[in-house]
């Protein structure tokens, strides 16, 4: 059997997901990339998409994040998650709200600070669009 490597996903309210796993794929800033154990030491920040779980010889969970951190090591994975939730539970109507009140919000930016924090909404409403099953 090959190794596993643990799995952690942290919101800010909880720890979410804490199991072995085969292998994790996420959307890193600057790439997807994939941990399995054995993997060499990093820290990373993590852009809004969907983490993969693979277990079993399959993708066994799906979980959209709005971004965050990544560390891995040769035993773990830990992901600190702004927000995090199951790519099943995305409705269109969850991002049709975002997409619309982070539009609104770019409209509405006045100082450089405050565009800055609309472009991040709309590209976290953006990915889950993406991230959303298609029925």
């Known amino acids: 059997m090959a190794d596993k490597i643990k799995f952690e996903l942290v919101s800010p309210a909880k720890l979410l997901i804490s199991s072995p796993v085969d292998m994790v794929i996420v959307p890193g800033t600057e790439g997807d990339f994939g941990a399995l154990a054995q993997h060499a030491p990093m820290i990373t920040t ?3 998409g ?9 993708v066994s969970n799906r979980i959209f994040v709005a971004g965050g951190f990544a560390e891995v090591n040769e035993e773990r994975i830990t992901v600190l998650a702004e927000e995090a939730l199951p790519v099943a539970d995305i409705t269109h109507d969850m991002y049709s709200a975002r997409l619309q009140a982070a539009k609104e919000a770019l409209a509405d930016a006045k100082t450089d600070g405050a565009r800055i924090a609309a472009e991040q909404l709309l590209s976290i409403a953006q990915a889950m669009q993406a991230a959303a099953p298609r029925h």
């Open 46 to 48: 993590v852009r809004p």
């Open 50 to 58: 969907v983490i993969d779980v693979h277990d079993g010889g399959k």
